[in-house]
């Protein structure tokens, strides 16, 4: 097979790296790829969300699957365009239509599916720059912290949690009268605050049946004791301690199959990943928000533990036949330590000269955020590599990843030293 995935992060890379074992694999392209995904296929110079270049490519390639990374190009519509395009009809793409992606694409849209299908969420209204004086008394009928959420697509930023209420009340303004995240926040989501500790659980779903992969733990913050600014994510931890089988069984009765149900009585043919960001509150889950797409960090952990044929599971995605695919998942922990750019996720500088990738000493170094210049490879993003290991206990696999990355050099390097350190001797 030949296979195109669409995107330049370090999920990309761990999508490339997992299906670059593939015996079913014939060539690998991945657009625009980074300095990491060139070791396992090649890049094209193609951004994932110019449709025609991709066009061109799938049909110049014989590219016969499609996986797409990120969600801009999901909620934009690449998998409809296939489908509207006589030349690419027949090619499967890997994510969901436009339709599907609302779950990302439109907080409002995500919140109404979950009330409509019983899935357990926060209490919730949505209001927009007509509607902001509504908004401000409804702030006043809740407990702090206050959450609000830009529906549309803020790149991660688009969410902010205060306590208090005058702050609140200000922000929700400049959100919606003010433009705070442009048209994402042309619409607001106001819910309530659900306590309890965090983890994110992934589905894989031919819109039929499905396959619940492996939970993982994030850290979003930059400062070490999760303080500090919101980032796209400071490391992960695979699987979580406090998400034992009895508590995914919950999530699957009371959150996975409700979804896959609701999505098939609204008609909607989902084919891809949902991302369920949940909330563990004594063992009872809620659900958070939905993605349309893998996680990033989480799919450096989630993906390395999955000991099946990534592109075999694909396959059954794209013919609707994932249940009799083999899918196992190795017992072992991995964490994955995310290496960032000075003044990230503020103001950072590129370019920076890389050292010390060639002795990983067992651990898989994804590449985030890198390009090559000649045969060097230099930082072009915030989040420059995730450094994944494996373990028997979550202490042993983060020290593994801590000292491959002590190896890796560039100017202002900065990484967490905390990562997984809460759930080492999780008691619950």
Same mark, same amino acid.
Not at 23 to 51: H, R
Not at 131 to 152: M, R, Y
Not at 262 to 289: H, Q
Not at 378 to 396: K, P
């Given at each position: ?16 790296? %997992? ?33 025609? =270049? ?43 239509? %436009? ?22 969420? =926060? ?12 908004? %401000? ?196 922990? =991995? ?50 590599? =995730? ?29 967490? %030293? ?11």
């Amino acid at each position: 097979m030949n296979v195109l995935i669409l995107g330049s992060g370090g999920r990309e890379h761990a999508f490339a790296w %997992k299906i670059a074992q593939s015996k079913q694999l014939e060539n690998l392209y991945i657009a625009p790829g980074n300095a990491g995904t060139a070791q396992c296929g090649t890049n094209v110079n193609i951004s994932a969300t110019d449709f025609d =270049a991709i066009k061109n490519l799938v049909w110049e390639k014989g590219i016969d699957m499609v996986l797409v990374g990120p969600e801009d190009p999901l909620v934009k519509g690449i998998h409809d365009y296939f489908l509207d395009d006589e030349v690419l009809k027949d090619i499967p793409v890997i994510g969901p239509k %436009k339709d599907g992606a609302q779950l990302e694409g439109s907080k409002d849209f995500s919140k109404q599916f979950m009330i409509k299908h019983g899935v357990p969420t =926060a209490r919730y209204q949505s209001f927009t720059g007509k509607t902001v004086n509504d908004g %401000k008394k409804f702030l006043e009928t809740l407990q702090p912290p206050f959450v609000l959420k830009a529906s549309g697509l803020a790149a991660g930023k688009g969410v902010l949690i205060i306590d208090d209420l005058k702050e609140a009340q200000t922000e929700l303004e400049n959100m919606l009268l003010n433009s705070k995240f442009g048209e994402a926040s042309e619409t607001v989501v106001i819910e309530e605050f659900l306590k309890g500790i965090e983890l994110s659980v992934f589905v894989l779903t031919d819109g039929k049946s499905y396959k619940i992969l492996p939970a993982a733990k994030d850290y979003k913050r930059i400062g070490e004791g999760d303080t500090g600014l919101n980032t796209g994510g400071m490391g992960a931890v695979s699987p979580v301690p406090f998400a034992d089988e009895a508590f995914i069984k919950k999530v699957e009765e009371k959150i996975v199959k409700p979804t896959i149900a609701g999505l098939r009585k609204e008609n909607i043919d989902y084919r891809g990943f949902i991302f369920i960001g949940l909330m563990n509150d004594n063992g009872e889950p809620s659900v958070i928000e939905y993605n349309c797409r893998m996680g990033d960090p989480e799919t450096e952990v989630v993906i390395p533990r999955i000991s099946s044929d990534l592109l075999d599971l694909l396959q059954g995605v794209a013919t609707q036949t994932l249940d009799t695919k083999k899918f196992e998942v190795t017992p072992e922990t =991995a964490t994955t330590v995310v290496m960032v750019s000075g003044g990230y996720p503020e103001d950072y500088e590129k370019g920076k000269l890389v050292s010390g990738l060639e002795d990983h000493n067992g651990s898989h170094v994804f590449h985030s955020g890198t390009k090559f210049d000649g045969d060097k490879v230099l930082t072009s993003g915030g989040r420059v590599f =995730a450094v994944t290991s494996f373990g028997n206990s979550i202490s042993e696999a983060v020290g593994k990843s801590f000292k491959c990355a002590e190896k890796i050099s560039y100017d202002k390097k900065y990484y967490r %030293k905390d990562i997984g350190k809460d759930l080492i001797n999780w008691k619950g």
